[in-house]
Nanobody
Framework: QVQLVESGGGLVQAGGSLRLSCAASGSIFSINAMGWYRQAPGKQRELVATITSGSSTKYGDSVKGRFTISRDNAKNTVYLQMNSLKPEDTAVYYC????????????????WGQGTLVTVSS
């Protein structure tokens, strides 16, 4: 089994910053892409940012220039630095990873974290 545990959410004023972390643990052989998605009340889950094992990144249009995704492969951890936060960034943020498990299973799994709430006040 593989687990993702997020941390770093909370309440912040508009214009402020937060840093989210997500650590993967369990029967991990390797991790391909890792990323962050978010879901606001009454809306569909949307892409925030993803990063490959080679550190190629992709961002949702609404966060480009404000958020930065990074990863520490040695710690199986992905980070999301969020700057210039806006009230519309308020959502539950979910970590996601595509993991290859250890032998003998040696299979690919897509894993989600439990989510961490980010609230931006105006």
């Amino acid at each position: 089994q593989v687990q993702l545990v997020e941390s770093g959410g909370g309440l912040v004023q508009a214009g402020g910053s937060l840093r989210l972390s997500c650590a993967a643990s369990g029967s991990i052989f390797s991790i391909n892409a890792m990323g962050w998605y978010r879901q606001a009340p009454g809306k569909q889950r949307e892409l925030v940012a993803t990063i490959t094992s080679g550190s190629s990144t992709k961002y949702g249009d609404s966060v480009k220039g404000r958020f930065t995704i990074s990863r520490d492969n040695a710690k199986n951890t992905v980070y999301l630095q969020m700057n210039s936060l806006k009230p519309e960034d308020t959502a539950v943020y979910y970590c996601n990873a595509v993991v290859r498990t250890t032998p003998p299973n040696f299979r690919y799994l897509e894993v989600w974290g439990q989510g961490t709430l980010v609230t931006v006040s105006s």
